[in-house]
């Protein structure tokens, strides 16, 4: 997949961390086999779609970066990709949603992941991370710059 050689390429460049943007339930024992697999196809949620992120995700972790960072977002906002009425619908939803399946505007998201690339070098962190969840959305409230959100 092109993350995949464009990640061999950064590690065999000496790059010592990597971030991938993937999808909330990535997994690559992911059954893209089964009834609703075949209905679903590639869209966005069906199992087939979780396969190949999972895989992508496996690919980068296997690369032997000392640190890498799978952010795992539930629907994006802010994307030309995603209905306006979803959009509209998920600041609403989230206020009921659990926290893996809540939004994640893509301003936000972007900040996080250039945080978690920062904090990352600079403290030499060497561990394998997996942000969706409570998780992702916990980063996003820490973040110490202006996120997309008007926040601070």
Do not use: C
Request: aromatic share 8%; hydrophobic share 40%.
């Amino acid at each position: 997949t092109l993350p995949t050689a464009f990640a061999t390429g950064a590690r065999q460049a000496g790059a010592k961390y990597a971030a991938l943007l993937t999808s909330v339930g990535a997994d690559s024992a992911a059954n893209a086999d089964s009834l609703l697999g075949k209905l679903l196809g590639t869209t966005a949620g069906s199992p087939l779609y979780a396969k190949l992120k999972g895989t992508v995700e496996e690919n980068l972790e296997n690369l032997g970066f000392d640190a890498f960072s799978a952010f795992r977002p539930a629907t994006l906002i802010g994307t030309p990709n995603t209905p306006k009425v979803v959009a509209w619908l998920q600041p609403y939803l989230d206020k009921v949603l659990p926290a893996k399946f809540q939004g994640s505007d893509i301003n936000t998201l972007a900040s996080a992941m250039v945080y978690d690339a920062e904090q990352a070098l600079a403290s030499d962190r060497q561990e394998h991370r997996h942000l969706e969840g409570e998780e992702l959305q916990s980063l996003y409230r820490d973040l110490p710059f202006p996120n997309g959100l008007g926040e601070v």
